[in-house]
């Protein structure tokens, strides 16, 4: 890709100066607020994984033989870089992530005639294939990666689920003298197999009621008469009686974390394709815009909306808030996100240089000669994806700083 601000003249030591009076304002907000400084950490990942992304591109292109002109950290104004052999290093002003520049990326890049040959449409197919999906392969690597800590460390938290043992009790179970670690056998002669059962039979009582709790305490079997009471959670008011079950997580083994892995970032990104699905449905966008024009004032579900710098930081805040199998859980999340939207077959998408060297492919075998994709007529769609973009990303900011993300942990 190419730097989207290259264009942008700033002398080189206002850009230094801009550029360190930032990194001294992100140090003293640190120092001033220590406890926001693991947030500023999950925020600044973002710019990493995306300098990751731009890697794999630039060893998959160097391994396959193209010619790299750039790799740069940020964009804008350059502020120190080097030239090793043919490829420049270095970084620029606006650290929000970087670029790789491989040259003659499509038939419209002007390429001179000694270098066509390391030009990436001069390529094989499978060369131009592997050096387009290497950066969308670096995020699904990530959440592997990302996906065995979380398996291995803290256990399989997707087949999580609750005991009839119970972990804590309040209210009417504790003033009864049900105590933690009681096994829960029956509700008013109801025999409990399932924690699932239990919500069901007390919420056919009312506040005040009474019933008839029936639990294993080592050998022995207790029963107690519990009252209920009306408690208030999250601003849902509910009859409870004070008992909450043992949530037991499986613990795989180290083999069995990297077997199962695979798996379940399979079920994230097919997560991730449902709420893309959600978000593009005629009732999510409808949704969507009669938010933004203020005409609905309902809240925007957090699976039913794209997140701004604004919204990922707000995001980050509560994952720090809730530990840090929340904080690997959100990078995980997005990971497979920016894998698969890196793979939508459109320009400028690294699955649209994809899709092109697959039609070329498929082109020049039905006609026995050579076809190249001419990429000009492609750009009526690429300009439509990123006006498509820029609106996401500016709606996506208003609706951050209007409508701050729920708290998802």
Not at 283 to 305: A, C, I
Not at 339 to 364: K, R, W, Y
């Amino acid at each position: 890709m190419r730097d989207p601000f290259e264009q942008v003249s700033v002398r080189g030591r206002k850009a230094i100066t801009l550029t360190v009076a930032g990194a001294l304002l992100l140090l003293a907000y640190g120092l001033v607020f220590p406890t926001q400084v693991a947030i500023v950490g999950v925020v600044l990942t973002l710019p990493v994984i995306i300098m990751l992304h731009e890697a794999a591109h630039f060893v998959a292109a160097k391994r396959s033989g193209m010619k790299v002109t750039e790799f740069f950290v940020g964009f804008g104004p350059r502020i120190w870089s080097f030239r090793r052999g043919e490829t420049e290093y270095g970084v620029k002003a606006v650290i929000l992530g970087g670029y790789c520049r491989i040259i003659g990326m499509t038939n419209l890049e002007d390429v001179a005639p000694e270098d066509e040959a390391r030009a990436y449409r001069s390529k094989g197919y499978l060369a131009r294939v592997v050096v387009a999906g290497a950066g969308p392969a670096v995020h699904f690597v990530i959440a592997f990666v990302l996906m065995f800590s979380l398996l291995f460390v803290a256990g399989d938290l997707q087949h999580e689920h609750e005991l009839t043992k119970l972990d804590a009790v309040s209210l009417g179970a504790a003033q009864a003298g049900i105590k933690a670690g009681d096994t829960l056998v029956a509700i008013d002669g109801k025999r409990i197999t399932n924690w699932d059962q239990v919500a069901g039979l007390i919420q056919k009582h009312h506040a005040g009621d009474r019933v008839q709790m029936v639990v294993e305490r080592g050998t022995t079997r207790v029963t107690r008469e519990v009252t209920l009471a009306r408690h208030v959670f999250d601003g849902q008011s509910a009859v409870v009686a004070g008992i909450t079950a043992t949530v037991e997580v499986p613990r795989p083994s180290f083999v069995s974390s990297v077997t199962m892995a695979p798996g379940q970032v399979v079920t994230v990104a097919h997560q991730a394709v449902d709420a893309l699905g959600q978000i593009f449905s005629p009732s999510g966008m409808s949704k969507y815009f009669h938010v933004l024009s203020g005409t609905d004032k309902s809240k925007v579900d957090n699976e039913q909306r794209f997140l701004s710098p604004v919204g990922f930081a707000q995001v980050a805040a509560h994952a720090v808030s809730a530990g840090w199998v929340a904080v690997v859980g959100l990078l995980l999340v997005i990971n497979v996100f920016l894998g698969l939207v890196n793979l939508v077959p459109l320009l400028p998408f690294d699955g649209g240089h994809i899709a092109i060297a697959t039609v070329e492919q498929i082109a020049s075998f039905v006609m026995r000669r050579k076809v190249r994709v001419d990429a000009a007529k492609l750009m009526p769609i690429a300009g439509a994806v990123l006006v498509v973009l820029l609106f996401i990303l500016v709606s996506s900011l208003f609706l951050d700083i209007t409508h701050p993300v729920a708290n998802p942990f």
